[in-house]
């Protein structure tokens, strides 16, 4: 269902932006998905904010803390046990950057990097437990891995998360890796390929479900944003990469079928 009150251990639960300037994403996403921003009025929440779609948080914005610090989108996986995460990171050749550490009443959070130098976050909830809204147009559908190492990821995550892989063609050739939850897909990692610039780090894509894949990238260029991968047709839909004026990477994909 899109509408969600939960997420199991293991399942993307929620993505946020860090960008230099968060009253500009506030502008720039309300005109290119709809979304209203409702930032926290507390100076200890350090100006953290909630994108909201039809009144549910989808998403969450807050600034960067250091001059120079690229702008990003985050995301987290649920956990109940934001400890042993952090065991199992470190067992598994990970780094803890952050934590685990509790925001106020809301839950507890740390930030962790694979092996590859992916950035990701856990969330074990408290008063909040991830995006309200999923698989709609203007809400988180999809989580993507581009790794310089896709081999050692394989090994990395399942260790981590317990993740279950599953693998296919992919369209561009190699083999998609897909990660399972229960049986179900929760995100995925194409081979390595070509789809990181040797400056790049690896790193993790959120994928933004719309209704109109092209749509959105005319409207993210003419909002000031860019195009980096041109919209192309894969088996989940119709998809593009963009990056936002402050240089955020994100995703847009018109799904086949309900998330």
Do not use: I
Not at 57 to 78: E, K, L, M
Not at 118 to 141: K, N, T
Not at 215 to 225: K, M, N, Q
Request: charged share 20%; net charge negative; aromatic share 12%.
């Amino acid at each position: 269902m899109p509408a969600r009150s939960g997420y199991k251990p293991g399942v993307p639960c929620w993505v946020d932006l860090s960008c230099p300037d968060t009253g500009a994403a506030a502008a720039f996403y309300a005109e290119l998905f709809g979304w209203r921003a409702a930032f926290d009025p507390d100076p200890e929440a350090g100006g953290y904010g909630r994108f909201l779609r039809d009144g549910k948080p989808v998403a969450g914005v807050g600034a960067t803390f250091a001059a120079g610090v690229p702008a990003v989108w985050n995301t987290y996986v649920a956990t109940d046990d934001a400890e042993s995460v952090a065991d199992r990171v470190k067992e598994a050749g990970g780094r803890v950057c952050t934590g685990p550490v509790q925001v106020f009443d809301e839950g507890t959070m740390a930030v962790f990097r694979d092996p590859a130098g992916a950035s990701f976050m856990v969330w074990q909830p408290g008063r909040h437990y991830g995006a309200g809204l999923v698989g709609e147009p203007g809400s988180p559908c999809w989580y993507e891995l581009d790794s310089c190492d896709p081999e050692g990821a394989k090994a990395f995550y399942p260790e981590v998360f317990g993740w279950e892989r599953r693998g296919s063609a992919d369209p561009a050739g190699g083999e998609y890796t897909e990660w399972l939850q229960d049986g179900r897909p929760v995100a995925g990692m194409p081979p390595a390929g070509d789809k990181l610039p040797p400056d790049v780090p690896s790193r993790w894509l959120v994928f933004f479900a719309v209704a109109d894949c092209d749509a959105v990238v005319a409207r993210t260029t003419g909002l000031g944003g860019a195009l980096l991968r041109p919209a192309r047709d894969l088996p989940l839909g119709r998809c593009a990469v963009l990056a936002d004026p402050q240089g955020a990477v994100f995703a847009a994909l018109a799904l086949r079928t309900p998330a």
